[in-house]
């Protein structure tokens, strides 16, 4: 009989403390995204950067499958509250380009702070937008239908980190720009949830190291009942 659960003894890590103060622990390089079962997987997986990516990206089977992991997340009332958006290819190279231009037309101060984004859309082999489409409805408010999209986003990045592929979640102003939308073909009430990165990490760029996490019991309460 298979194991139920892997041993819950701490992986080999370090502690470390913010700037501001916030106590968590760093993953050993060696132990981050481990495919071996799927808890160990849950408990290890790390994003990578979107600027060590390059070729090859998922194939078009492979791709499928991601966005057939990323549909299959609870979803109040079955309302299907996203969709997707593909670019690869010449369709991404293309979007690339319009994306130059509208950050080549910004001023320079619509521009301060605001990364180029195209150079790692002409770097990436695939991008995946994913749409959020809240609609009204008398008992399913639409936050609620957002947290349903932010599990799509959750599920189509550990899909793609799974499946050995670098996988990045990032928005910045591509998200909110409405020239960008207008590009997307984005009707009213639709907004950008997430642009996902996806390919693969380029040989001789240094292995990922994980960031800080937060010790789960000092985000934890066990509620008991206030004293009679
Ligand atoms: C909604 C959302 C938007 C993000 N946008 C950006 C972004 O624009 N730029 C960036 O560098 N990271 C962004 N990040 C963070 C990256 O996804 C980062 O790789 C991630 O926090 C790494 O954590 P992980 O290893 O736990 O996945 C965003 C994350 C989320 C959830």
Redesign the pocket.
Known sequence: MPMKSPDPAPLPHTTITSRSGRRGFELHPSVLNDTGDILSFLRT???A?VARMGPPGPTAEELGLMLEIAARAPDHGKLEPWRFIVLQGAGREAFAEHVRDVWEAMSGDERQGKKPLFDMMQAVPLVVFVIARPRAHPKIHQWEQLLCVGAV?QNL?AAATAMDYAA?????WLATDERVARLLGLEDGESV??VFYIGSIMPGTPPPQD?RRPFWRDLTTFWEPPAA
């Open positions: 997986r790390r994003s950067d986003c990045l990045q979640w990032r928005t910045g949830a997430g960031r």
